[in-house]
């Protein structure tokens, strides 16, 4: 049985017996390539680990405790109200806030996070806002604390799930394929998740619960797209098993190639309209998921192929110098 590659991406196993002319169709050198895309992703790496020392993260009180307060303002606040209140809260705290950001129906209400304070300060942060827009003591409609152990709980809770799902995710993708892949794909992973811990110390998005579903969630999207070239590749490998594996993989991802685009633009255009409509609070958890879907491309397209060739072809040379046993 014949197999042909139309520009489709598909094998036709119809294809007649008799020679015929073959459309030529140039692929992309991926592996070629790939010296370019690691030292890329290298600088890329140093640019985003600089960004994290120098700016740090801008921690909630869910992960290293502090106290919350929700006021009711009255009216929809701008965002040169919300820099006014973050003003006015900071000069009396002596102490820069975690967030401060629009809730309630209509922003009409806003949520004050900073580490503890007592007592007498909260008051005196409410009395500076009560004088300023004219509140009155009913507009004070919450005020909590979260303490050290609490939020030490949930930090060890956050570390330990997404560990979890990136232990199962190699265990998986060892099993489908081999450990070389999984070893790959944990490799795309942790470049997504690290690339969205720079977009919060970049753009200093609170570091809160939404957290813990934004790398879950790109973990989720990231390895699907990742999975989606390995199995290429399998397939490519079984039909073409005189062709190098470097071969079969350049082919795959540039089979693959047009769908990862799609579907990235697809899913793109839907949670970008959700940043564009979305309140406050959501636009904090959307964009950090718009990076992690733009790195999860770029992994699975550039990094995914390389590195699991790159593995495949160490663990060839390692066994390769492995002298043989003396009889």
Same mark, same amino acid.
């Given at each position: 049985?014949?197999?042909?590659?139309?520009?489709?991406?598909?094998?036709?196993?119809?294809?007649?017996?008799?020679?015929?002319?073959?459309?030529?169709?140039?692929l992309i050198?991926?592996?070629?390539?790939?010296?370019?895309?690691?030292?890329?992703?290298?600088?890329?790496?140093?640019?985003?680990?600089?960004?994290?020392?120098?700016?740090?993260?801008?921690w909630?009180?869910?992960?290293i %405790?502090?106290t919350?307060?929700?006021?009711?303002?009255?009216?929809?606040?701008?965002?040169?109200?919300i820099?006014e209140?973050?003003?006015?809260?900071e000069?009396?705290i002596?102490?820069?806030?975690s967030?401060?950001?629009?809730?309630?129906?209509? %922003?009409?209400?806003?949520?004050?996070k900073?580490?503890?304070?007592d007592?007498?300060?909260?008051?005196?942060?409410f009395?500076?806002?009560?004088?300023?827009?004219?509140?009155?003591?009913?507009?004070?409609?919450?005020?909590?604390?979260?303490?050290a152990?609490?939020?030490?709980?949930?930090?060890?809770?956050?570390?330990?799930?997404?560990?979890?799902?990136?232990?199962?995710?190699?265990?998986y993708?060892?099993?489908?394929f081999?450990?070389?892949?999984?070893?790959a794909?944990?490799?795309? #992973?942790?470049?997504?998740?690290f690339?969205?811990?720079?977009?919060?110390?970049? #753009?200093?998005?609170?570091m809160?619960?939404?957290?813990?579903?934004?790398?879950?969630?790109?973990l %989720?999207?990231? !390895?699907?797209?990742?999975?989606?070239?390995?199995?290429?590749v399998?397939?490519?490998?079984?039909?073409?098993p005189?062709?190098?594996?470097d071969?079969?993989?350049?082919?795959?991802?540039?089979?693959t #190639? #047009?769908?990862?685009?799609?579907?990235?633009?697809t899913?793109?255009?839907?949670?970008?309209?959700i940043?564009?409509?979305?309140?406050?609070? !959501?636009?904090?958890?959307?964009?950090?998921?718009?990076?992690?879907?733009?790195?999860?491309?770029?992994?699975?397209?550039?990094?995914?192929?390389?590195?699991?060739?790159?593995?495949?072809?160490?663990?060839?040379?390692?066994?390769?110098?492995?002298?043989?046993?003396?009889k």
């Amino acid at each position: 049985m014949n197999y042909e590659f139309n520009p489709q991406g598909m094998y036709d196993m119809n294809a007649p017996s008799e020679p015929k002319k073959k459309v030529s169709q140039k692929l992309i050198p991926f592996i070629k390539l790939r010296r370019y895309f690691l030292i890329f992703t290298a600088v890329c790496f140093v640019i985003g680990l600089a960004i994290i020392l120098l700016r740090g993260f801008a921690w909630d009180t869910d992960f290293i %405790g502090g106290t919350s307060m929700q006021i009711n303002i009255g009216h929809t606040l701008t965002k040169e109200e919300i820099a006014e209140i973050t003003s006015i809260t900071e000069d009396i705290i002596q102490k820069k806030v975690s967030a401060v950001q629009r809730t309630g129906d209509g %922003g009409k209400q806003v949520l004050i996070k900073c580490t503890e304070i007592d007592t007498e300060t909260r008051d005196a942060v409410f009395i500076a806002l009560k004088d300023r827009f004219g509140l009155t003591d009913a507009d004070r409609l919450n005020v909590s604390s979260v303490g050290a152990s609490v939020s030490a709980d949930f930090r060890r809770s956050a570390i330990i799930s997404v560990s979890l799902a990136v232990a199962l995710m190699l265990v998986y993708i060892t099993i489908r394929f081999d450990f070389r892949s999984g070893l790959a794909a944990i490799c795309c #992973l942790t470049h997504d998740l690290f690339f969205i811990m720079v977009a919060y110390a970049l #753009l200093q998005l609170p570091m809160n619960t939404n957290v813990i579903v934004a790398l879950l969630t790109i973990l %989720g999207y990231s !390895i699907n797209a990742t999975i989606i070239v390995f199995d290429r590749v399998r397939e490519n490998v079984k039909l073409n098993p005189k062709s190098s594996f470097d071969d079969n993989v350049t082919l795959s991802v540039n089979q693959t #190639l #047009l769908r990862s685009i799609n579907t990235t633009i697809t899913t793109l255009l839907t949670i970008v309209m959700i940043y564009i409509l979305g309140v406050q609070s !959501i636009q904090q958890f959307i964009l950090p998921l718009i990076v992690g879907i733009v790195a999860g491309l770029y992994s699975s397209v550039c990094l995914a192929g390389n590195v699991w060739a790159l593995l495949q072809g160490l663990g060839k040379k390692k066994t390769a110098v492995v002298p043989a046993e003396k009889k």
